[in-house]
């Protein structure tokens, strides 16, 4: 049995039943709630923004991370702090000033990391990766849910554990979309801490125990 962070993702959630879905998480194995903000300017769809993450925090009682798809990001650390964000994940496409935007995350109080969209490479990290608490790789475009899983992924979870060796940290990889048991095990063996799952879990007869078999891979 080993010990991966599971963080379902509340955009596959039942917006009309959030409260339910919300109690599902907490009585479940689950480690996070991943929470998709989309301003339909960095992505091409519109999720929820700072008050439904409040509603969000009122009733979990796990962490909140919280994975910003927005244009100039840096303008609304504070304001999702303040709604209960407990890590906040910065796209490095949408940050020419990345070094900043994680140190003002920090300031916050809150863990930061950097996302990385499929066709960014991960030797870009290069040199922010000492400041980074966690990575997001996405294994599907950003925008929705229910995609199909990107192969090339488990070459850049491998190529980026090995730098995070090589410089002797401990920043966590987190993987985000077509997360299920068959990629979920294949990316746990190539090195990742943490998995997202979406319609995986929201679509499942059983999402308590779907969390269950994903924690227990
Ligand atoms: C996609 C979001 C994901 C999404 C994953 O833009 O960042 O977190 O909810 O959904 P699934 O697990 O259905 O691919
Ligand atoms: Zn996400």
Redesign the pocket.
Known sequence: MNQTIIAP????ADFANLQRDVEMINASQADWF?I?I?DGVF?P?ISFGIPVTEAIKKHATKPLDV?L?IVQPEKYIEAFKKAGADQITVHLEACPHIHRTLAQIKEAGCKAGVVLNPGTPVSLLEDILVDCDLVLL??????????K?IEKTYDKVRKLKSMITEQNLSTLIEI?????LETGKKLVEAGADAL????????SANPLQTIEALKNM
């Open positions: 993702s509340v955009l596959a991943h998709d989309m992505v769809n994975h798809m996405m294994s599907v475009n950003p925008g929705f849910g229910g995609q899983f985000d979309g077509g997360v299920n997202v799952a979406g319609s995986f879990v929201f679509s």
